[in-house]
């Protein structure tokens, strides 16, 4: 332990007003150095255990620290004696997307607060204009704390690497010379696209426009750099997606707010769970996209994956089967619903056939675009009951969730989504997506979703959203980790620092992939 480290905590006892005795100290650094990542935590936490205790004296000697570290430790020492404690309760968290909270933002008093009160999924006609506006305000707070965009206190003259000030649309009206616009792009009029915001629109000519990575289509939230024509249109010279910002720059301003939807965790459980997540650096996820239960071929590849990880030394902690659970589309047309309950039931048998994985991993469902549900629109809710219940009878503790879902894996936040989003994505473009920084399409993809912090930024005609649930797709603050089930080739891609990766589609390649959340790995597996 440093110098530097003791020196800091006799700083911070001082300030508090208290001195220490050299046993204390040393009874002070060996907790400290459990949580090298978090020693500022750790002090500030044991300090606030000792203010509820009554002291004789302002100096405090070793026996009263070794008392309250104690105090600290119970919780972690009992789930050392009940591992599965830890595993299922801290550890792992389903959060459906109907159940994620909602924060609006207010740019008057630059501040988010919760929606009160319930969100009914049929929303009146002023909830599809609050989707879009809420969007923009979301990507607005975030783009103002930009070093490039935020407004200058004095009136300085900037170069073009400077400050890029946001004018607003209504202001362009009989401006001349460069301005920075943000806004929505949007489909006014047929074959005429417009730059909207919330005090103007304005027609767009991206014929000459210089783009960033990602894939620009209707409905994205972009940032443009132009001038106005004599004809009344803004010609774009460069156009951008909005700068992103570090995960933990945006939970430091979000304090108290849960937008992921785990709850609010005190500096006492975020420590306890960073030490139990350290612990758990062998548990896997093992994740699958596209299992066709009514084809006998895949089902006997799904037998060999379980065989598999049945004989591991370590069982995943979790399985996760994303749709779609059908070779065809659950539709009007599709009757044979009691047949797909039947294989349901025999997807349980082969999983309870692997008594290893049914004591020791969980079994997490999400449906795909084409299966069992009241309608296409996102967020899908979870697979009907009447199509699971005979699976659970041999799996009782199956997880059945909607599309997208979130997981919180002790302090890892991670996010599932099955959509055949890349090959929506490329039909949606309204112009060739930029070659400059990367060919590949998937990390197009990625920069547009994380950029957009929405997990499907297409027009609400090619994929509905129900309005009032547009904010469980958000990506806000950014995850950890964002899994994209898509019928596309197998890829992986980290893009700062966010992992994303496509498991690839199992009834079509054999593909799945082993995730271990603690280290962020991804690895490729096949058949």
Not at 280 to 307: H, R, Y
Request: charged share 25%.
């Amino acid at each position: 332990m440093s110098a530097h480290t003791r020196k800091k905590i006799q700083k911070k006892l001082k300030i508090r007003g208290y001195g220490l005795k050299i046993e204390a100290l040393e009874e002070i650094l060996s907790f400290v150095d459990r949580f090298p990542d978090a020693e500022d935590e750790a002090v500030d936490l044991l300090l606030d255990q000792l203010e509820h205790e009554s002291l004789k004296s302002s100096i405090i000697d070793g026996e009263l620290v070794h008392r309250v570290i104690s105090l600290l430790l119970e919780a972690e020492g009992a789930t050392e004696e009940d591992p599965s404690l830890a595993s299922n309760h801290s550890g792992l968290r389903v959060i459906d997307a109907f159940l994620v909270p909602k924060f609006l933002y207010d740019p008057i008093k630059k501040q988010f607060y919760q929606h009160p009160g319930s969100l009914p999924i049929h929303g009146e006609a002023s909830a599809k204009a609050a989707l879009y506006r809420d969007r923009l305000l979301l990507l607005f707070q975030r783009v103002s704390r930009d070093q490039h965009f935020s407004k200058s206190s004095f009136d300085a003259e900037t170069s073009e690497f400077g400050s890029c000030e946001i004018s607003t649309i209504q202001s362009l009206v009989g401006q001349r010379g460069r301005k920075w616009v943000m806004g929505v792009i949007s489909q006014l009029e047929d074959g005429h696209f417009y730059l909207e915001d919330l005090t103007a629109s304005v027609e767009i000519n991206l014929s000459k426009a210089k783009i960033t990575t990602g894939f620009f289509s209707e409905n994205t939230i972009v940032l443009a750099e132009g001038e106005m024509l004599m004809e009344g249109i803004f010609q774009v010279i460069t156009c951008g997606f909005p700068p992103l910002e570090n995960r933990d720059k945006s939970l430091k301003l979000l304090v108290g707010h849960d937008f992921f939807g785990g709850g609010t965790l005190t500096k006492e459980e975020t420590l306890r769970l960073a030490d139990l997540e350290k612990r758990a650096m062998n548990d896997m996820f093992v994740i699958l996209s596209d299992i066709w239960l009514d084809n006998e071929e895949i089902m006997g590849k799904l037998e060999l994956v379980l065989n598999g990880f049945e004989s591991q030394e370590v069982v995943p902690s979790l399985f996760v089967f994303m749709g779609n659970f059908c070779s065809k589309p659950c539709n009007l047309s599709f009757h044979s619903f009691s047949s797909l309950r039947q294989q349901f039931g025999k997807l349980g048998q082969k999983i309870a056939d692997h008594p290893r994985l049914k004591e020791h991993s969980r079994f997490l469902f999400i449906p795909g675009p084409d299966d069992a549900g009241p309608s296409t629109v996102l967020p899908r809710c979870a697979l009907p009951k009447y199509l699971t219940e005979e699976l659970q009878k041999y799996i009782p503790n199956a997880i059945f969730s909607s599309n997208p879902c979130r997981i919180k894996f002790y302090t890892q936040e991670i996010v599932f989504f099955r959509q055949d989003l890349l090959y929506r994505m490329r039909r949606s473009c309204l112009i060739p997506p930029s070659t400059e920084e990367t060919e590949h399409p998937f990390e197009h993809l990625v920069a547009t979703i994380t950029h957009q912090s929405h997990l499907c930024p297409l027009p609400l005609m090619v994929q509905p959203i129900i309005w009032n649930y547009d904010h469980s797709l958000h990506l806000y603050p950014t995850p950890h980790t964002i899994v994209l089930g898509d019928k596309s080739e197998q890829k992986a891609f980290k893009y700062t620092g966010i992992t994303c990766f496509n498991p690839g589609s199992f009834s079509s390649d054999s593909t799945f992939v082993a995730y271990r959340p603690c280290t962020q790995e991804v690895e490729f597996s096949a058949l």
